[in-house]
């Protein structure tokens, strides 16, 4: 007959790996969402377009920011980070972002919203690329889990530009 360790030994043994199975069969069950964000980024003014002393374009633009982003809360989403860049292609570089405004999503709650806002933060181009230039806004997000792997995605809206001269 096997002691009262080999008992207590073999109980253990068994309770950890049940408990292992489910953590993973739980984290896996994260796998199964499917998402479905949607987004709607309207400029509503470009408050200045103007050659900097250096030579370098800036821009100043207001925004209506409207976002459904509540599908990508699960129970394990802690926190959703999202941003909103400038992305366009110029003669140096196939591809140009600049990060506009950007946000902490803290809950489920919060991940519906709509914001009229100007850019948090500098839109300067390295050069006078940018008269006349078409441009894309792209909403992207990260999704920081509890526990597990970050992921991000992003919605990218089009149709945008620049007018042809400074104002």
Not at 30 to 41: K, V
Not at 107 to 131: C, M, P
């Amino acid at each position: 007959m096997h002691s009262f360790g080999y008992r207590l030994n073999g109980l253990l043994t068994f309770s950890v790996t049940i408990l292992a199975i489910m953590c993973a069969i739980t984290s896996l069950s994260d796998n199964l969402n499917t998402p479905s964000p949607s987004a709607e980024i309207q400029v509503m003014n470009i408050n200045w377009f103007q050659k900097q002393p250096q030579g370098n374009d800036e821009v100043s633009l207001t925004m209506n920011i409207s976002a459904d982003l509540q599908t990508l809360f699960t129970w394990n989403t802690k926190q959703l980070f999202i941003f909103v860049a400038a992305e366009y292609k110029t003669p140096k570089n196939s591809l140009n972002q600049v990060s506009l405004w950007d946000a902490i999503i803290p809950s489920k709650e919060h991940a519906k919203f709509w914001i009229h806002t100007s850019n948090k933060y500098r839109f300067v181009d390295q050069g006078n690329n940018l008269r006349g230039k078409e441009f894309n806004l792209t909403l992207h997000w990260h999704v920081m889990p509890k526990t597990g792997k970050m992921f991000a995605d992003k919605i990218v809206l089009t149709g945008y530009s620049f007018p042809e001269e400074y104002r």
